[in-house]
């Protein structure tokens, strides 16, 4: 009995029957405790020895436990346990334990293990050489768990939203994260093609990819993302979302959630003032506004690209080209 809850305790309180088994816990023992509601079954041959329901973090050690070793967690659950902060990763219901969030795990091709309940078993020829170890969990490295993650997102926006946090927050690179779209299944890429596409053009957010591609589409030239702005005598404006460098238009994404309210609206504010003060166009766009109304977007978009050239370009340029620029040459003025 020792050994059954010291091995149990090393495990947030799981054993499985094989480790039952080694320990010389009769089948018949198992199976007592659990008909009569001293132990819970998470898994097939993974018990919790406390009974109630598991906890989370319990069930996903539970599937690792059940898919045996050398597996490991990808997808959003390994995002979370890295610390992605992407909304809609949070938006887990641990108070649905008939529902569980699925839990995606990694095993070499050359085993057979089946998906069951919440647990989605992947057989892969790529199983990752070196995983990593946090907490209590083995992970696929991070580009990996992204990209699994990615593909089986509902929507553009939150693959999006989940590539450029790993690029901004400097836990992957673009260039990984194309290696995995490359070398990873087709089936599902969709959303991880355009985030990949998104954070290569420069984007920093899931909104700034929206409109990096509509300008994209629409053909918009001499377009700079996230282009760090000066004057002609080297003061510092801004950095600009996009930065229409032949006419001196800036293109701002101003979310309420991050531009509407205290030091943000502050910012803002301040922001525009120099934008102003250097006799550059702002036009503010809200993420709403290109989800919802892009050819209104467009529109608004033409409108500033017609009024700017019927004045002189502002004195301003970019002192840095530290993103990619949408393809066309920075416009060769003052030169």
Avoid at 11 to 30: H, K, M, N, R, W
Avoid at 206 to 230: F, K, Q
Avoid at 299 to 304: G, H, K
Wanted: charged share 25%; aromatic share 4%; net charge positive.
């Amino acid at each position: 009995m020792n050994d059954l809850i010291a091995t149990a305790d090393a495990q947030l309180g799981l054993i499985t029957a094989a480790q039952l088994s080694e320990i010389g816990v009769p089948t018949s023992t198992t199976s007592r405790r659990r008909a009569g509601g001293m132990w819970t079954r998470v898994l097939p041959g993974v018990h919790l020895v406390d009974g109630g329901r598991p906890t989370r973090q319990q069930r996903l050690l539970a599937a690792l436990l059940y898919a045996g070793p050398g597996s490991m967690l990808t997808g959003t659950a390994s995002c979370r346990i890295y610390g992605f902060r992407s909304l809609r990763l949070q938006e887990v219901a641990d108070d649905e334990p008939e529902r569980p969030e699925p839990v995606h795990v990694l095993i070499t091709h050359e085993r057979r293990r089946l998906s069951t309940g919440y647990v989605r078993i992947e057989r892969t020829h790529r199983l990752p050489a070196e995983p990593v170890r946090r907490q209590q969990f083995t992970m696929a490295p991070l580009p990996r768990a992204v990209s699994d993650a990615a593909r089986r997102l509902p929507r553009a926006s939150d693959a999006i939203a989940l590539v450029t946090e790993a690029v901004q927050r400097g836990w992957a690179d673009a260039g990984e994260l194309a290696d995995e779209l490359r070398e990873g299944p087709t089936r599902g890429s969709a959303y991880l093609r355009q985030a990949v596409a998104a954070v290569k053009l420069g984007a920093h957010s899931a909104p700034e990819a929206d409109l990096a591609r509509l300008l994209e589409a629409d053909g918009v030239p001499h377009v700079i993302y996230n282009a760090t702005l000066v004057t002609g005598s080297g003061e510092f404006i801004a950095i600009a979302d996009a930065w229409l460098d032949d006419v001196g238009v800036a293109l701002e994404v101003d979310s309420v959630e991050h531009h509407a309210v205290g030091a943000g609206f502050e910012r803002t504010i301040r922001r525009n003032s120099r934008y102003a003060r250097s006799g550059v166009t702002v036009v503010t766009l809200l993420p709403t506004d290109i989800w919802n109304s892009p050819n209104r977007v467009m529109r608004e978009v033409a409108t500033a690209r017609t009024t700017a050239l019927a004045r002189p370009r502002p004195d301003v340029h970019v002192s840095h080209l530290s993103s990619p620029s949408s393809g066309h040459r920075a416009w060769p003025w003052g030169a």
